[in-house]
């Protein structure tokens, strides 16, 4: 897996958004994320935003983190907040979410971010085992769904 930095408006990881999009709304039945994202939240230093490639040079996983600092939605200085970690249906299981996750986190520690928070929903049994099992536990919520029953936010220190 080759990762690479990407901006949130580059073809690929548009191409990946629509696709996660589609996941959401068909687990959620919403139209997908309604968190407003902008290409800069995600560019250095105060974020990132990377596409994971195959052997054959396909986007096959993605996400980003962009910084918060204390806010009305519930954010804490020195936020680093996920955002659109994705991995395409034929390439899952195979550990790429963990590896992009850990880029992540190296990358927001290296940036200053003091710890990594992120909001997943109660249909992403998957996405909340493997942010369990990566030393993520459960937070205050924060953001765009913190009033949402089904939402839930965890957190790992930096």
Not at 126 to 142: N, Q, R
């Amino acid at each position: 897996m080759n990762i690479r930095r990407v901006r949130f408006d580059h073809p690929d990881a548009l191409k990946l958004n629509d696709e996660v999009q589609a996941e959401y709304h068909l687990r959620y039945g919403d139209g997908g994320d309604a968190t407003t994202l902008d290409a800069a939240d995600f560019d250095p230093p105060r974020g990132v935003y990377l596409i994971a490639y195959d052997e054959r040079d396909r986007p096959v996983a993605t996400g980003g983190w962009r910084s918060q600092d204390r806010n009305e939605e519930g954010n804490e200085n020195g936020d680093a907040e996920l955002k659109r970690m994705f991995v395409v249906a034929e390439m899952r299981g195979r550990g790429l979410a963990r590896r992009m996750l850990t880029a992540l986190e190296e990358d927001a520690r290296a940036a200053g971010r003091v710890r990594m928070v992120l909001e997943t929903g109660t249909k992403q049994p998957e996405a909340i085992a493997l942010y369990a099992s990566s030393g993520y536990g459960p937070c205050v919520k924060f953001g765009y769904y913190r009033h949402y029953e089904d939402s839930r936010c965890y957190a790992k220190q930096l």
